[in-house]
């Protein structure tokens, strides 16, 4: 086992003593390489369960908040998964082993670009990237079985909540740069059902059904 092996076992581990329950999750989270994610500056810090700076004032998200998120989709690995805020796409790349099918969107070029030669080096091919304001959707791919937002919003986009299935998920952090609140969403034939689930700190998430720019 190389060094960055043995430090993805122990960040596996550290979220599993968080509280992450979810096998497959942690699985993942020992398999993918984080730090090709972060700037080379950074790699060295890649394990740390903390943000960190992939530029444009852009951050990769703290491991234990991504493995929440990714848990609360309850993935079993043939799901169509539309991911909003690609960023570094190192969450992309967790979705690529726990789903069938990743779609993301990026509203910054340079990072959209940067992820994909990743992912392409890591040859991950189930993950399309789109270069756009996430909060419009991705009409041609819907509907999906699970959403996950990458940055704080004021309210869940309602062209995703349209492009979610029926009996769909969706992990979107609520709140702006300050503060937010993870809230896992479940669609219902009876309508939507809300659960609060922790506290976050995240981007603020700027599009059209969004924070402004
Ligand atoms: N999932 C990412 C990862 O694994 O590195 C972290 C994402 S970062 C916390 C949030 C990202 O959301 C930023 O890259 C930001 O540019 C992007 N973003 C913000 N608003 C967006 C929007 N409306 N559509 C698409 N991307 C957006």
Redo the contacts with the bound molecule.
Sequence with gaps: MNLYEKQRERLAAELQGKGIRDERVLAAIRKIPRHL?VPEALAGQAYNNT?LP?G?G????QPFT?ARMLELLALEGGEKVL????????????LAILAGQVF?????ES?ARQ?RKVLDRLDIYNVNIRI?????GWSRYEPFEAI?I??A?PEPPPVLLQQLTLGGRMAVPLGDHEGAELVLLRKTAGGLEKQVVDPCR???????D?WPG
């Design positions: 994610f943000s992939i444009e852009q951050t990769i998200s991504v991911e909003i805020g690609t960023g570094s796409g190192y969450q992309a790349a967790l993301t969107i990026e509203r910054i990072l992820a756009g304001d996430g909060t419009l996950v990458a940055a919003g995240f981007v603020p998430l700027i599009g059209k969004a």
